[in-house]
């Protein structure tokens, strides 16, 4: 007696299904703070090396907090690199304030990549 299949047997394959990315990557505004420029010293030039350091994001315009970004610190160098969030806008100004944990703070006009 011969085998009946109520299904396609396994040898069969579908048509392929098209493609579809998983996600998308879209590009985060930042502030590049990784130049020598942007090392960062205290009052008597001593340098702020690994210490944690929180920014505090406010519109040039109205002085409205944007947005605070935490969880970046200085490397050995004491050189924060990218710091980015989704709430800024690419090539805009803002008016940055900063303290580290160690309580050295500042103020800078920045503009975002």
Known sequence: ?????????????????RRLPLFTATAVAGFDLS???YEFRNNTGTLIASTAITFWVSDLTTGALVVKITGYSTNGSGIVGTVSDAALTAATQY???YEFSTGEYGVAKLTTA
Request: proline letters at 17%; aromatic letters at 14%.
């Open 95 to 97: 008016r940055v304030a």
């Open 35 to 37: 130049g020598a420029a």
């Open 1 to 17: 007696m011969q085998q009946q299949f109520l299904y396609r047997p396994p040898t069969w394959h579908p048509r392929p299904r």
